[in-house]
Structures are given as structure tokens and as C-alpha cells.
């Protein structure tokens, strides 16, 4: 009976894990995964820097605002990178120095994806922003030109079509602006002769014979009086259609939408790993002062 107690005594629980032994092995992939998820900040702050002013944003002052954000996120590269490297030596302001920005980052993205609605409306790019600059009357008359005259969104997609039946017009994918300023509301019932030339059946020419009703389909809303609006003529066409302001203010409102819903992911994921390499760190540091 005491052999067996004794053999009882000896069995032992297995040891657990120690900390700073995890902390080690730890400590090399997240240097290594955090340098990597810096990468898609400094591409992004190049393509931000260096796009063309594509749909006239450029009258909302846009191209100052993508400067502004891209200039940030390169010193955000910059600081993520140092930390990472070179934070160990001191580590509580490294950590620091590197949060404050990545809070920050995270807050823009949080507004221009339109996240803080009631909060964004003064903030530049975020859906409200853009909304109450489009609605204003003095920004859409610059708007307009430069679509007609600048972009030749409307000239471009009628070269493009040029020679089109029906058939093929409605296969072909429009752009918001395309289809917002450029045509009819479909729910007008006119009749397609070319992509910027279409009759309408209540006005005295009438049908034209052989033709069918356009069944074009946009996530547009519809105006009432955008009906009367459109015009054949070139240099009005559907400019003045509300459906062409909400097709503008789609298009823009889109673009900032993926750049905060990029800001967001990108500076949560840092976040999380520049907290994990502070406490793999810390516990390293702890270590071998005991």
C-alpha cells in the first residue's frame, strides 16, 4: 500500500506553458506581420497622391483632401515602421507615439464611410459632406460643364454606342453618370434613336415606327419633372435632371466610401497587431529584468 501512495505522490501535472517562452516565439511573426500590413497604406497613399481628378470631383476640392490624407498615411508608414523596428527602446512611447495616429485614422475612415452620420456632416469627403456640396446650385453649374465639356461623358458614350440598336444599348453597362445625365429616366417612355438622341411619344412627332420602349434599369430614383428636363440637345441633354446630380453624387459618394471602409480595416488591423507586439514585448522586457 505505500509502494502505491508513493507512486501516486510522483505523478505530476504536465507543466503549463510559460509566458515569456511564448512570448518569444511570438515575437518575430508579429515584427514581421506588422511591417507587412504597413505596406498597403504606403500603395494606398500613392494612388490617392497621384490619381487623376476622374468625374469632376475636382470642383468639390477634393484633390487637396487625398493630398492631405495621402501625405498622412505615408508619416503613419513611417511611424508603424519605426516602432516596429526600433520601438524597443522606449517601448510605452513608441506604443503611443504609434496609437494616437492609428485612432485617428480609424475615426476618418469611420466618418467617410458615413458611419457617424449625424457627426460627419462638416467633416470633407463623408457622405453628408459631398451631399450638401452637389445640392448647392453654384457647385453643380461647374459640374455640369466639366461633365459636358471636360469629361465628354455624354459625347464619349454616344461615339462609343454609335451605330447601336436598341437591343445592344440596353445590353451595355452604364455608369451612374452615364445613365443619370446623359439619358432619359427610363420611366419616361421615350423612344431610343442613339444614346443622346430619344423621342418622346407625347410630344406631336410622336412614335417613330418600329420602335419599342427602353427597358433600362438604373439604381437611380426617379424625378418627376426630369421628363420635361431632358433635352436633345447636346449641351443639355439630362444636366439639369436631378437623376444627373444623384448619378454625380453616387459616383463620388462610392469612391470615398471603399477609401474608409479601406482606413478602417487597415488601422484596425494595426492596431491590433502594434498591441499584441507591446505585450509580447513587455513581457520579454520583464523577463530579463527578473
Not at 106 to 112: E, F, K, S, V, Y
Request: proline fraction near 7%.
Amino acid at each position: 500500500m505505500e509502494e502505491q501512495g508513493s507512486k501516486h505522490k510522483k505523478v505530476e501535472s504536465p507543466p503549463s506553458p510559460n509566458p515569456s517562452s511564448l512570448a518569444a516565439k511570438l515575437q518575430s511573426p508579429i515584427t514581421m506581420l506588422s511591417y507587412l500590413a504597413s505596406l498597403p497604406v504606403i500603395a494606398a497613399a500613392g494612388w490617392l497622391m497621384y490619381m487623376r481628378n476622374y468625374d469632376c470631383e475636382d470642383i468639390l476640392r477634393m484633390p487637396g483632401l487625398r493630398v492631405g490624407i495621402g501625405v498622412s498615411m505615408i508619416v503613419l508608414f513611417l511611424i508603424s515602421n519605426l516602432v516596429v523596428f526600433y520601438g524597443d527602446r522606449c517601448l510605452i512611447a513608441g506604443f503611443v507615439l504609434v496609437m494616437v495616429p492609428l485612432v485617428v485614422m480609424l475615426t476618418l475612415g469611420l466618418a467617410i464611410s458615413g458611419a457617424y452620420k449625424a457627426e460627419s456632416q462638416a467633416l470633407p469627403a463623408s457622405p453628408l459632406w459631398i451631399r450638401r456640396r452637389v445640392a448647392n446650385n453654384h457647385n453643380w453649374l461647374k459640374i455640369k460643364k466639366c461633365i459636358c465639356d471636360e469629361s465628354r461623358t455624354c459625347s464619349n458614350l454616344a461615339y462609343k454606342t454609335a451605330g447601336f440598336n436598341l437591343y445592344d444599348f440596353r445590353t451595355k453597362k452604364l455608369s451612374l453618370i452615364e445613365a443619370g445625365c446623359c439619358i432619359p429616366p427610363p420611366i419616361c417612355g421615350m423612344e431610343y434613336v442613339n444614346a443622346t438622341y430619344w423621342i418622346d411619344p407625347t410630344k406631336p412627332e410622336g412614335l417613330l415606327p418600329g420602335k419599342s420602349r427602353p427597358t433600362l434599369e438604373k439604381p437611380l430614383p426617379f424625378f418627376g419633372g426630369d421628363c420635361d428636363t431632358w433635352s436633345n440637345i447636346p449641351a443639355r441633354l439630362c444636366y439639369d435632371c436631378q437623376t444627373c446630380r444623384e448619378g454625380f453624387l453616387r459616383t463620388i459618394q462610392r469612391k470615398w466610401w471603399r477609401l474608409g471602409v479601406f482606413l478602417i480595416v487597415i488601422s484596425s488591423l494595426l492596431i491590433i497587431l502594434h498591441f499584441i507586439r507591446f505585450t509580447v514585448t513587455m513581457t520579454l522586457q520583464n523577463r530579463d529584468q527578473n
